[in-house]
């Protein structure tokens, strides 16, 4: 498994914008697939957007479709979420997971996850 860690969470005004980085331990980082999960108080965890392993294929929540950036840097370890015009439904922990896969698809079973950045819109 891969260790990952989240970072640059924090509180930001509605319209604002965060960039979140999730690092990656090891040096098989390219051959995973790549997601961000997030979690409201109350609510199940939920897909927020994937990416493949060579960046070429990406997928996104309805929800955050036309604002929210998936992207991944291999030679840094890194998968990064470029959020936008955030809004107060955004608040939540956000997640990066990783999933080991055998073709540049994107990920199925996210088998590794890291501890979580908080994520607070106000409005």
């Known amino acids: 498994q891969v260790q990952l860690v989240e970072s640059g969470g924090g509180l930001v005004q509605a319209g604002g914008s965060l960039r979140l980085s999730c690092a990656a331990s090891g040096r098989t980082f390219s051959r995973y697939a790549m997601g961000w999960f997030r979690q409201a108080p109350g609510k199940e965890r939920e897909f927020v957007a994937g990416?493949?392993?060579?960046?070429?294929?990406?997928r996104y929540a309805d929800s955050v479709k036309g604002r929210f950036t998936i992207s991944r840097d291999n030679a840094k370890n890194t998968v990064y979420l470029q959020m936008n015009s955030l809004k107060p439904e955004d608040t939540a922990v956000y997640y990066c997971?990783?999933?080991?896969?055998?073709?540049?698809?994107?990920?199925?079973?996210?088998?590794?996850w890291g501890q979580g950045t908080q994520v607070t819109v106000s409005s």
């Open positions: 990416i493949s392993r060579s960046g070429y294929t990406t």
């Open positions: 997971a990783a999933d080991l896969t055998t073709w540049d698809t994107l990920g199925k079973i996210y088998d590794s």
